[in-house]
Each structure stands twice: as structure tokens, then as C-alpha cells.
């Protein structure tokens, strides 16, 4: 038990495990006739035996720390659930028939368990600012991001409507309108569309000039004006908390000179009476 221990409560060795899985689970990827077949045998036994490797290390965690104490961390609790989710084509493999069993995709969750090793971070300075930094910026600009989604609803519904019939590759339906009018907002290749649009023989030329007027529109009021603001409103809040934090620094500065000050002002009022007062012979 000591040895596994040892090997199990080796963070380097479960990275290592965790890099050779994820070398084996893209290996795998391939088809057989290109990898062949012993190879693609011996990934398949390779890939077993790291999942086994895997659940031991549960349960050698979980024996060591205690189940609830090792599952407290909400990183085990990713772990423990990403190592779950890899079991079953384990069994199936073993039980069934691999193909018949239709679950393999399940093993390449495992290879989200390099995650884990984030946790590095938190010794880096100033992370844990940074991180709270960002979490007071996402929530100071939920209700911007619920609108500027809200707007692309609205005008990816409207574009569905007036070109669904004219250019359906982009507004066949409300879902594929909506990744049309998101790719024109995020402005990369924005003007593909309405060429498109203008070039595909379905508008005459007055439609076709309304139509690449109808995008610069909602270009300029989305895709610059609607993500400066975006950007502005989540940038100032993440500023305004250095911001914060260095007027409360400035702040104790300040009180501790004006603490500085008046033993400063005491110690000349006592010099000064001392002065003033008859020598004692």
C-alpha cells in the first residue's frame, strides 16, 4: 500500500499518466487501416490500463485523505466524474462487443483531467486578484452581454424573415441566421454575406445596394458600437477594482500620516510648555 501510495500521491506521475492518455486517446483518433490494426489493439490495451490506473488513484486518494475530505475540493469532484465517465467503455470493452457498445467517445473526458493542474496558478502572484478581478467584471457586465445577445436575436429573426428564401446557406433557419448575424457582429469577413447576397442573382440592383446598407447598419451599431461597449464596460470594471484597492492603500497612507502628524503636533506642544515653564532648582 505504501508503494501505491507513493506513486498515486505523485502529482508528476498522474500528470504523466494523464499526458501519455491524452498521446493515446489523439493516437487512437486515426483509423485503423492507417494506423493498423495491432497498433490500434495496442493503444486500446494501453488506454484500459491507464483508466484502471485511474481508478486506483481514487481509491488510494480516497482511503488516505478519507472520502468526504478528498471529495470536498470541487477538483476532485471534476476528477472523480471525469474518471466515472471513462469506466464504462472500460467494461464495455471487456463484456461487449467495443463497436456494438457505441460509448468509446466517453474516454477522451479523461483528457479534460489535465484541468486539474491549473490549480498550479494560485502560486503565481497576484492570480487570485486577477481571478476576482475577472469574476467582478463578468457580473458587472452580465446585463451588457444579455442585451448584446438579445440584439443579435432580434436582428438574426429579421434577417431569417427578409432572407430566408434569398440566401438560405445564411438565413435558412432561425439557428443558422443567428450564426450569420453573430459572424457579422464579431466584423471578421463580415462583408462575405451581403456579396453573397448581392452576387447570388436573386435581388436586383437596388435590393442588392439596401441589403449592403441593411449590414452596415448593423455593423456599425453592433459590431463596433455594441462590442465597444462590451468591451469598455468590462475593462472599467476590472480597472475600477485596482482602482478601489489603491484608494483604499491611499487611504490607511493618508490616516497613518495623520496619525504621524498630530504625535508630531503633541510632541512640539510638550517641547513648547517645557520651554514656557520656570526651571525647578
Known amino acids: 500500500m505504501n508503494l501505491l501510495k507513493k506513486i498515486f500521491l505523485n502529482d508528476k506521475i498522474i500528470l504523466a499518466l494523464i499526458s501519455i492518455n491524452a498521446v493515446i486517446i489523439f493516437l487512437q483518433g486515426f483509423p485503423i487501416k492507417t494506423i493498423g490494426v495491432e497498433a490500434h489493439h495496442l493503444f486500446m490495451l494501453i488506454d484500459d490500463i491507464i483508466s484502471f490506473c485511474f481508478l486506483v488513484e481514487v481509491l488510494v486518494k480516497g482511503r488516505h485523505f478519507g472520502l468526504r475530505e478528498y471529495l470536498k475540493p470541487t477538483w476532485n469532484k471534476f476528477d472523480v466524474a471525469l ?3 471513462s469506466l464504462p467503455p472500460l467494461v464495455a470493452r471487456m463484456f461487449i462487443d467495443y463497436e456494438t457498445a457505441n460509448i468509446g467517445f466517453l474516454l477522451v473526458f479523461r483528457v479534460f483531467r489535465v484541468f486539474k493542474f491549473f490549480r498550479f496558478i494560485q502560486f503565481f502572484p497576484q492570480v487570485e486578484h486577477i481571478f476576482n478581478s475577472i469574476r467582478e467584471a463578468m457580473r458587472a457586465s452580465f446585463m451588457v452581454l444579455i442585451g448584446f445577445f438579445l440584439f443579435v436575436f432580434i436582428m438574426s429573426i429579421l434577417s431569417c ?3 430566408q428564401n434569398i440566401a438560405p446557406e445564411y438565413f435558412g433557419d432561425p439557428i443558422v441566421s443567428y450564426y450569420s448575424m453573430f459572424k457579422v457582429f464579431t466584423i471578421e469577413g463580415w462583408n462575405a454575406i451581403p456579396e453573397a447576397i448581392a452576387e447570388g442573382g436573386k435581388v436586383n440592383l437596388l435590393q442588392a445596394f439596401f ?9 456599425v451599431f453592433g ?14 470594471a476590472m480597472v475600477s477594482d485596482n482602482n478601489d484597492e489603491l484608494e ?3 487611504g490607511m497612507i493618508k490616516e497613518d500620516v495623520k496619525k504621524l502628524e498630530n504625535k508630531v503636533d503633541r510632541i512640539l506642544t ?3 510648555e517645557q520651554k514656557k ?3 525647578q532648582i
Open 161 to 163: 424573415y427578409m432572407y
Open 270 to 272: 510638550l517641547l513648547e
Open 211 to 219: 441589403t449592403k446598407l441593411y449590414f452596415i447598419v448593423i455593423l
Open 277 to 279: 515653564s520656570p526651571p
Open 223 to 236: 459590431g463596433v458600437i455594441g462590442l465597444s461597449i462590451v468591451n469598455s464596460i468590462f475593462v472599467d
Open 83 to 85: 474518471i466515472l465517465l
Open 248 to 250: 483604499e492603500q491611499v
